[in-house]
């Protein structure tokens, strides 16, 4: 019943809703009101939950996806003037050019958005004198509203099944500062080449939105493989990070994944995009004294003592 409240329809018989008894929910996208399935007992056996993409969002995920093309084909002196604004606890605002090789760097442009820094981003992008800036960073910021029923249905489903009373409510009332990133893996590299490290999030949990090519691997919980993470333009994905991880006592892990090149993407590069979510409760990864997370070994995070994995966050 609840679920059929949730819809905006009359409950029918109890049995069209036995499903929930494999703990899967039915959540409505409130734009176009498509079903979407969420088994949040993935997130444990699989260390990812795949949604069904919710239409409004996925055309306007492709819209900004056109205008962040569109900006990255700008000459490189012009992009390099859009400031980029650090954050001590996550990431900042703005544009960052990594063109600099080594074992854990990885060759790219990217792209950070939030709703709070809404003014701020709309005026650097028109201080450029491109229209193509502008148009990127409102296409861009379309996107959080959309984002929220979703991740707020995510969210409810984890308050449930882990028992911690308010977390949809944080990860909702978090709207103004989820993190948009837009990025661009150049093409000059070799097919099977890793152009993305190894890695673990240090958010709260992320949200893929966008992928111009396959090529992201996951790693196994026995650490001894990499899986492909097919992520189809019909579907999305929700993993945890670091945040989530630390917040649940390690019920979950925060998973590691990385990007290998296709022979596409050798040649004509990568583009994609995500969305990741801190929320009121989440402890932040201690940058400053432990590093890039790319330094350490993959899976570090699955077997980790939990005195030492705490450790690792700003207190």
């Known amino acids: 019943e609840r679920l059929a409240r949730s ?58 996806i056109a205008a962040w093309e569109a900006f990255c084909n700008l000459p490189e002196e012009v992009k390099l003037r859009f400031p980029y604004e650090p954050d001590k606890k996550q990431s900042g605002n703005g544009y960052e050019l990594k063109k600099e090789r080594g074992e854990t760097l990885d060759r790219k442009e990217d792209f950070h958005l939030r709703l709070s820094a809404h003014d701020e981003l709309l005026t650097n992008a028109r201080a450029l004198g491109d229209e193509r800036a502008e148009q990127f960073v409102e296409a861009a910021l379309l996107l959080p509203d959309l984002i929220e029923p979703l991740l707020v249905s995510f969210a409810q489903e984890v308050e449930e099944r882990y028992k911690v009373q308010g977390f949809s409510t944080a990860v909702a009332d978090a709207k103004p500062e989820f993190l948009l990133r837009f990025l661009h893996y150049f093409g000059d590299c070799e097919p099977e080449e890793m152009i993305g490290s190894p890695h673990v999030d240090k958010g709260g949990f992320t949200l893929h939105l966008y992928e111009s090519d396959k090529g992201v691997e996951h790693l196994s919980t026995d650490k001894q493989s990499w899986i492909p993470m097919p992520l189809a333009h019909e579907d999305t994905v929700i993993f945890p990070a670091l945040g989530l991880q630390q917040y649940l006592g390690s019920r979950v892990k925060a998973l590691c994944h990385r990007i290998v090149a296709t022979p596409e993407c050798a040649r004509q590069g990568r583009f994609s995009a995500v969305c990741f979510v801190d929320f009121r409760g989440a402890r932040h990864y201690d940058k400053a004294r432990h590093g890039r997370l790319q330094k350490f070994p993959p899976g570090f995070n699955y077997d980790m003592p939990a005195e030492q994995f705490n450790d690792l966050f700003v207190e």
Not at 18 to 33: E, G, P
């Open 7 to 64: 819809a905006n329809k009359k409950p029918r018989s109890c049995g069209a809703f036995l499903i929930r008894a494999l703990v899967c929910i039915v959540c409505v996208d409130k734009f176009s009101r498509e079903p979407l399935m969420i088994n949040i007992a993935d997130i444990e056996n699989r260390g990812m939950v795949y949604v069904p993409y919710p239409s409004a969002l996925r055309r306007a995920v492709l819209d900004a």
